[in-house]
């Protein structure tokens, strides 16, 4: 069965430093894997994805995740936080058909 | 921009009452996602659908029900409610069945039961 990890619960940055979120999957044929944001009270925003090609891909307000086949990860990075990245963050992989298997979430906390 | 509507963003019920959570997408997607999120857990499939009056069971869809009765509606039901479903349950659609690809998600509601 496929699985998402997220190893961080949480995690608190400066604004202005740099962010990286890990995500490692399991899942036996070629994943599609997304990343998806979601601000306090709100559903999920999806940030990016990767179905195949390049394997760095950008996604919206200045994120960019690099998929590694060799390790089974899928991790997200943004060079300058905003305080308003503060959010939860969730790594998903695409199974067969339609179906998204989720990872527990990162919290994300920025200090000013 | 598709838009995903849920009928509550928040319920608050009784142990034993019956429930309806209603969603609604407006851009004539095949798909349909019933999720629930607890902390840490992220979010677990409870059912979704590819058609009308069609559906499937994800991973917990013991307790729960689902109609779809029309393509653009999906409703959930919790057939006679227990503190355990308290939850924040989120809908999301996507465009073609058969096909990976992104779901947009509603806003959430997030029920209590009493």
């Known amino acids: 069965a496929q699985s998402v990890t997220q190893p961080d619960i949480h995690i608190t940055v400066s604004e202005g430093a740099s962010l990286e979120l890990r995500c490692n999957y399991s899942y036996g044929a070629t994943p599609y894997l997304f990343w998806y944001v979601q601000s306090p009270g709100q559903g999920l925003q999806l940030l990016l994805k990767y179905f195949s090609g390049d394997t760095l891909v950008q996604g919206i307000k200045g994120f960019e995740a690099e998929f590694k086949r060799s390790q089974s990860s899928f991790n997200l990075r943004k060079p300058s936080v905003h305080w308003s990245d503060a959010a939860e963050y969730f790594c998903a992989v695409n199974n067969a058909g339609n179906m998204l298997t989720f990872g527990g979430g990162t919290r994300l906390m920025v200090k000013p | 921009d598709v838009k995903v509507t849920q009928s509550s963003r928040y319920l608050v019920k009784r142990t034993g009452e019956k429930v309806f959570l209603e969603c609604v997408q407006d851009m004539d997607h095949e798909n349909m996602f019933w999720y629930r999120q607890d902390p840490g857990l992220g979010l677990r499939l409870i059912y979704f659908s590819y058609d009308v009056k069609m559906k499937e069971k994800g991973d917990i869809p013991e307790g729960y029900s689902v109609s779809r009765e029309k393509k653009e509606r999906f409703s959930l039901i919790l057939e006679s409610a227990s503190t355990n479903q308290t939850s924040m349950y989120l809908c999301?659609?996507?465009?073609?069945?058969?096909?990976?690809?992104?779901?947009?998600f509603g806003p959430g509601t997030r029920l209590t039961v009493l």
């Open positions: 999301a659609s996507s465009p073609l069945a058969g096909r990976p690809d992104t779901q947009y």
